[in-house]
């Protein structure tokens, strides 16, 4: 790597900032001056905390003026090993996480009234690039990077539409460790970890930097039992990258990731049976297995002082394999008193071929006397699925793919995409940032196959579907900084989320899709103050609305014999996020050895469907999976090399399903998912630099609670969150 390089430690990052009038600094941030380079801005060197405003600029990307967070995650006093985002995110506010598997193996989240489903209101990204199933057709998230190998992460709302394009709820960006801070030609990194129900995870990654070639990778491996009956799991992820420096200015990276789950399903409960015994399962022969591979190829050229360029070419490889009984839990898995033998199971299989490019510039100009900063980029993307489904499987209990027939659902769906955006800092003033954009769209869908057979043995085809369109989304965002580290912020962006695959996917003897169908629209409203006051204080408060537009649904017109997936109509989402973190010891008794943070992040979210909804059951009721307040609190105290962090997180009550039932369903699909407050408690002790214990009790007063009622996997039913349990942590560096 280039000398003129700045190298942070493991408990920093780098980030680049080409803004030098409007970096904020602080004793927790600072920038320095570099010959030939752009200003290099590092945050949280100095701060215990686990939670930073994003620069104005990084890399070739602009989030001045958008509501936005970072996480750094050597600084999170949580569960890293087992994804425990209640922990990892709990100061980003109106955070809704579903917790329903064991060791934090599928992420689901959301905001803002969305719906948390395998993250798919998210735009979810890996270092910059896709590595949900298909972001357009099917942007559910079954992989998502293992968070001891992930350096940060990146949240923007609102606004993150123009650049990242769909969804309604922003982009999360996982930047994975690439051990920039490594100044030899080798370094080895170990973490290992024990805790309850059988949990093992080893994590081990080495690095170095020789000449011109700077290279980090790691393998990690997870095991257990989880804390239900029949919920065993193992991940294994293997991640590598290389980057070599042609010149000073211009480099090139090779990465892959490859990443294996299995984990057995335990199933969903009645009511009676959660309150029962909530570890129970009558699921035995269920089970899940995804295998996602990631390779990108990126170049990074520093065109002059004021430019930059950036191309990522890459690929998202997956298969998707579910094996299982899945009726209602009320229907037992019981042997075949006719056979002597269990039913034969469900077989569904996925794959999903997906290769991309997108290139993006990032330049200073002058405007009268004043910096501005232009972003643009394209994007070029084709992604196949290919579909089996309903398949008969094998009357075993172990996971087999081996279907007795033919599959009799066989579809291939394509998507097509080509993008092009534009986005501008314009500062009237020292301390007036204006900031508009936008981004074209063109897209395309296409469903194609077979849909079943019918009762004389002869294939049902699927309607030969094609949606193309294409469009232009604008926004305009803006800052105004009060004081040094202060400023109020305020953004309008228009977002859309493409019509799913599952929409083109009608069976013709029942369903018919509407012909003028179309993508969902809407905007997002931000408005809020934030900033840091010294190195004591630190907040984000903010209001927001979100208008989700052309619905998509499935109703049955009058008279009609059929059901028509068409738009159905709007919703709407209002409320308030506020965060807020203070450091007594900083504000009153300045210590060397004793430090203490607080925190609270809040949020209230109202979201309701509009009058005008075409479901006149759903017309005017809360949207579901939308809980009105979600409330984390936390404390960290600590004394030369301990620190004992509390976290306590609350979410209100919610509606699983639209038509807001509240006494819940013989099956336990649908009615009132019942507010619970669960209890963390996380202890860090370093004996030497390179030499740290960490210990930590989830659930600390188990709580029996769940976050969703699944309708299918991994249900059907109640899915409970874990109970209490326990880890310990041995990290060393050599």
């Known amino acids: 790597m280039c000398k003129r390089f700045v190298t942070a430690s493991l408990f920093s990052f780098l980030i680049f900032n080409v803004s030098a009038q409007s970096s904020h600094t602080s004793k927790d941030s600072f920038t320095l001056k570099v010959n030939n380079l752009p200003d290099i801005t590092v945050v949280g060197r100095n701060s215990k905390s686990d939670i930073q405003q994003m620069p104005e600029i990084v890399g070739t990307s602009i989030y001045a003026g958008k509501k ?12 890293v090993v087992t994804n425990n985002m209640r922990q990892v995110l709990a100061k980003v506010p109106g955070i809704h996480i579903w917790e329903s598997d064991p060791s934090g193996i599928q992420i689901g989240i959301a905001a803002r009234g969305l719906s948390p489903n395998r993250s798919w209101e998210f735009n979810v990204r890996q270092n910059g690039y896709d590595i949900a199933a298909d972001p357009f057709g099917y942007p559910e998230a079954y992989y998502n990077p293992q968070l001891q190998g992930v350096q940060r ?81 193992y991940t294994n992820a293997g991640y590598g990258t290389v980057t070599y420096y042609l010149t000073p200015k211009f480099s090139l990276t090779a990465e892959i990731m490859r990443s294996h789950i299995r984990s057995q399903q335990a199933g969903g409960l009645t009511d009676a049976q959660f309150s029962q015994d909530a570890q129970q399962s009558l699921r035995a022969r269920n089970w899940f297995d995804i295998l996602w591979t990631t390779p990108a190829l990126i170049a990074n050229y520093q065109i002059n002082e004021t430019t930059r360029w950036n191309t990522k070419l890459f690929a998202t490889i997956g298969d998707r394999n579910s094996v299982g ?18 039913n034969n199971r469900v077989l569904n299989a996925d794959r999903y071929r997906n290769y991309a490019l ?61 993008a092009a955006f534009a986005e501008n800092i314009f500062r009237i003033s020292d301390k007036l940032l204006l900031i508009p954009g936008i981004r074209y769209e063109w897209l395309e869908g296409t469903a194609a196959g077979r849909n079943g057979f019918n009762n004389a043995g002869a294939p049902i085809q699927l309607q030969n579907i094609k949606r193309s369109r294409s469009f232009l989304l604008a926004g305009i965002g803006s800052e105004f900084h009060i004081g040094k580290g202060t400023e109020l912020y305020a953004n309008y962006s228009q977002a859309y989320r493409p019509i799913q695959f599952a929409n083109l996917q009608a069976p013709p003897s029942t369903d018919v899709v509407d012909p003028n169908l179309s993508d969902a629209k809407g905007y997002n409203i931000d408005l809020g103050y934030r900033g840091k006051v010294k190195s004591f204080l630190q907040f984000d408060v903010s209001v927001y609305y979100l208008s989700y537009q052309n619905r998509i649904g499935t109703i049955t017109p009058a008279g009609a014999t059929y059901r028509l997936i068409t738009n159905v109509g709007n919703s709407i989402s209002q409320g308030f996020e506020g965060f807020v973190e203070f450091n007594p010891i900083k504000a009153f008794a300045p210590s060397n050895t004793t430090d203490v943070l607080v925190f609270a992040s809040y949020s209230y ?41 509390g976290q306590v997180s609350y979410s209100d009550k919610t509606f699983s399903d639209a038509n807001n039932t509240v006494t819940p369903t013989a099956n336990a699909q649908n009615g009132l998912i019942p507010s619970y407050t669960v209890t963390d408690l996380t202890a860090t002790y370093k004996l030497s630099k390179d030499l740290s214990i960490k210990s930590g009790i989830n659930n600390l007063f188990d709580t029996r609670y769940f976050t969703r009622r699944a309708g299918g996997y991994p249900g059907p039913g109640v899915l409970p969150g874990d109970g209490r349990t326990f880890f310990i942590s041995v990290g060393a560096k050599l």
């Open 68 to 79: 936005n967070s970072l996480v750094v995650l050597d600084n999170v006093q949580g569960n």
């Open 153 to 233: 992460v990146e949240i923007i709302r609102g606004q993150g539409s123009l650049q990242y394009g769909p969804q309604f709820g922003g982009m999360v960006n996982y930047i994975l460790r690439n051990g920039s801070e490594i100044n030899k030609p080798f370094e080895f990194e170990t973490q290992q970890t024990v805790g309850s129900n059988g949990l093992f995870n080893s994590y081990n990654a080495i690095g170095g930097k020789k000449g011109k070639v700077h290279y980090y990778g790691f393998f990690d491996h997870r095991n257990g039992d989880g804390w239900r009956e029949n919920s065993r799991y």
């Open 325 to 342: 009984f899945t009726p209602a839990i009320t229907v037992k898995d019981s042997i075949n008193a006719a056979t002597q033998n269990y």
């Open 358 to 418: 997108e290139s993006r510039i990032i330049t200073d100009y002058l405007l009268g006397n004043m910096k501005n900063t232009l972003s643009a980029g394209i994007r070029l993307y084709t992604g196949s699925t290919f579909r089996q489904s309903n398949g008969k499987g094998s009357t075993g209990n172990n996971y087999d793919m081996h279907p007795v027939d033919t599959y009799p659902t066989d579809i291939r769906f394509d998507s097509r995409n080509a």
């Open 605 to 645: 979210t109202d979201a309701r469907y509009s009058n005008d909804h075409k479901d006149a059951a759903t017309k005017g009721k809360q949207v579901e999976n939308a809980p009105r307040n979600i409330l984390r609190l936390g404390i960290s105290a600590g004394y030369k090399s301990f620190l004992l962090t």
